[in-house]
């Protein structure tokens, strides 16, 4: 079984459409994220929530909004696309109960998004 | 605030080579260090991790020690294969200073030749 499954895998879509991405953890933990993977492979935090609680939300444009509606689903959702969106974007997920800082977090395969 | 830096790629060796890549890291509190790695089309896989000074992590040959006073964590394999080539990202994660996410270097590419 998938521990962190997103779809599509793949996204090919015109400037100014609206998509969304989801995401799905059969781990049962409390906490996910949403990264974004450049061009040049460079990994950048956007979202986490916990327990359905947003705790990290990093400088993203509001085009860009997630929506949790249980612990094991986080998905994406991007108003108005623009080029500059084209990138792989991944969620993760991790159990965060302690807070300790090595928990690990289990990442999908990854959503390619290419905008035309 | 935090960051990483990582050497950069692509890192081109031939079977049997002796692996580093380098990374070093600026923290302001306590935090945990990783290896992620990569492998061309797929999500990122925890290598090893180390979550306190002097922790050596290890894991499929590959080893990694954080040093503190040289914030330190270098990735190190003794002889690589060809099914070691992907991109290996060093991270560190500070909970109580940056909340739960992951910071990232910028990528090392490893292509292994036979």
């Known amino acids: 079984d998938t521990a962190v499954s997103q779809t599509p895998k793949y996204l090919v879509t015109q400037m100014g459409n609206d998509k969304s991405i989801k995401c799905e953890q059969n781990l049962g933990h409390d906490t996910m994220y949403w990264y974004k993977q450049d061009s040049k492979k460079f990994l950048k935090i956007m979202f986490s929530?916990?327990?359905?609680?947003?705790?990290i939300n990093e400088t993203v444009p509001n085009r860009f909004s997630p929506k949790s509606p249980d612990k094991a689903h986080l998905n994406l959702h991007i108003n108005s696309l623009e080029l500059g969106d084209s990138a792989v974007y991944f969620c993760?997920?991790?159990?965060?109960?302690?807070?300790?800082?090595?928990?690990?977090?289990?990442f999908g395969p990854g959503t390619r998004l290419t905008v035309l | 605030g935090n960051s990483v830096t990582q050497m950069e790629g692509p890192v081109t060796l031939s079977e049997e080579a002796f692996l580093t890549i380098n990374c070093t890291y600026t923290a302001t509190g306590y935090p945990s260090l990783f290896w992620y790695v990569q492998y061309p089309g797929e999500g990122l896989q925890l290598l090893l991790k180390a979550t306190k000074a002097d922790d050596k992590g290890s894991n499929k040959g590959f080893e990694a020690t954080y040093r503190k006073e040289t914030t330190s964590f270098h990735l190190e394999k003794g002889s690589v294969q060809v099914s070691d080539s992907a991109v290996y990202f060093c991270?560190?994660?500070?909970?109580?200073?940056?909340?739960?996410?992951?910071?990232f270097g910028q990528g090392t590419e490893l292509s292994v030749k036979p």
């Open positions: 993760a997920s991790s159990q965060e109960r302690d807070g300790s800082s090595y928990n690990e977090q289990f």
């Open positions: 929530y916990n327990n359905k609680e947003l705790i």
């Open positions: 991270a560190l994660r500070d909970f109580y200073n940056q909340g739960g996410k992951l910071i």
